[in-house]
């Protein structure tokens, strides 16, 4: 077995297509680090004499506005409050309308609410090139027939179709590995450069290097899908058709029109995996005598929930594609 897994890697590593495939996620996570340069450089002496003017402007209009915007944001605040079945959810931030000089000049730059939020924001990179490496990879030995004489000296197909699947999830690893460190590395410079690395108010979200960690482990286990998926259609082309197909039809169409299915969309998990959890909105609603009332409320999907959608969606592929290639004409 471990002999197939090193020339399957070998396999992997030799093909055109998908050193090109490694190039470009490597050359889009290069562009990523002219967007960290860009919020890393603090504004220049005119950008903040401008947000002045724009500040002082607003700082006026205030002083001789303000009073009665708050009042009419407070009585319909009042009328909303009345009409919901849950008034203390209803908060317009009536205390908060006063302009301050931060909303025009912008928060300062800060290495890790900004690095976290770029490396969360590359996530869907992280997804979809393992799953087409890894498809791509397993479909082109069908397409070519290599798949065919591959049997012929190794004809135990479980031990040729975990090897296949583990070679694409390990070679993933160190692919994602880079892509990041390059992230993180050219945010780091910069913000070292420009002296901002804690130019920001501390962040309530994962810290970068956790995101990082968690992108670098969520490759391997995308990969295996993809690999499952070659496998079950054969064609580097298909594998793509299912993933659009499945990201139109039921990520989007299926899950925006069942709101009740948003704990269960692979978009859901993956996100609350990278970013150690997230929140989706079921609206509800209720009738009173005032009439119709709807409100959103909030979900969590934790961590743990993510990480365990995810290896069990990987393990249940992977088991129907093995099932599927040991049964299947290969010809």
Same mark, same amino acid.
């Given at each position: 077995m471990s002999r197939l897994l090193r020339v399957e890697l070998d396999r992997f590593a030799s093909r055109t297509l998908i050193r090109l495939g490694v190039v470009g996620v490597l050359v889009i996570c290069c562009l990523a680090v002219v967007n960290a340069w860009?919020?890393?450089?603090?504004?220049?002496?005119?950008?903040?004499?401008?947000?002045?003017?724009?500040?002082e402007q607003a700082l006026e209009d205030w002083e001789e506005n303000g009073e009665q915007w708050v009042a009419d944001c407070?009585?319909?605040?009042?009328?909303?409050?009345?009409?919901?079945?849950?008034?203390?959810?209803?908060?317009?931030?009536?205390?908060?309308?006063?302009?301050?000089?931060?909303n025009w000049l912008g928060s300062p730059p800060s290495f890790d609410t900004d690095t976290t939020a770029l490396l969360m924001s590359m996530s869907a990179l992280f997804v979809l090139a393992p799953l087409l490496l890894a498809g791509?990879?397993?479909?082109?030995?069908?397409?070519?027939?290599?798949?065919?004489?591959?049997?012929?000296?190794?004809?135990?197909?479980?031990r040729?179709? &975990?090897?296949? #699947?583990? $070679?694409?999830?390990? /070679?993933?690893?160190?692919?994602?590995?880079?892509?990041? %460190?390059? *992230? +993180? @590395?050219?945010?780091?410079?910069?913000?070292?450069?420009?002296?901002?690395?804690?130019?920001?108010?501390?962040?309530?979200?994962?810290?970068?290097?956790?995101v990082a960690l968690r992108i670098?482990? &969520?490759?391997? #286990?995308? $990969?295996?899908?993809? /690999?499952?998926?070659?496998?079950?259609?054969?064609?580097? %082309?298909? *594998? +793509? @058709?299912?993933?659009?197909?499945?990201?139109?039809?039921?990520?989007?169409?299926?899950?925006?029109?069942v709101q009740q299915l948003q704990p269960w969309a692979l978009?859901?998990?993956?996100?609350?995996?990278?970013?150690?959890?997230?929140?989706y909105y079921v609206t509800q609603c209720t009738v009173n005598a005032a009439g119709q009332s709807c409100q959103s409320v909030e979900?969590?999907?934790?961590?743990?929930?993510?990480?365990?959608?995810?290896?069990?969606?990987?393990v249940v592929v992977a088991g129907i594609a093995l099932l599927v290639f040991r049964r299947r004409d290969v010809g």
């Open positions: 860009q919020s890393a450089s603090p504004p220049t002496e005119a950008e903040r004499a401008q947000a002045q003017v724009y500040y407070e009585e319909g605040e009042a009328a909303e409050k009345e009409a919901a079945t849950d008034p203390d959810a209803i908060d317009w931030g009536c205390d908060q309308m006063e302009p301050k000089a931060e791509s990879f397993v479909s082109a030995e069908f397409s070519t027939g290599s798949i065919g004489n591959w049997l012929t000296f190794a004809p135990r197909r479980t040729v179709y &975990l090897s296949k #699947v583990l $070679a694409a999830g390990l /070679a993933t690893i160190p692919v994602a590995a880079v892509g990041v %460190a390059i *992230v +993180l @590395g050219g945010s780091w410079a910069f913000y070292r450069y420009f002296d901002t690395l804690d130019g920001g108010p501390a962040s309530e979200l994962s810290s970068p290097v956790h670098v482990a &969520l490759a391997p #286990v995308i $990969a295996v899908i993809g /690999a499952a998926l070659g496998f079950l259609v054969r064609h580097t %082309a298909a *594998v +793509l @058709g299912v993933m659009l197909g499945w990201l139109v039809l039921v990520e989007v169409i299926l899950v925006g029109r978009i859901t998990n993956v996100t609350a995996w990278v970013e150690g959890s997230t929140e979900h969590v999907v934790s961590q743990t929930q993510g990480a365990i959608y995810l290896g069990v969606l990987a």
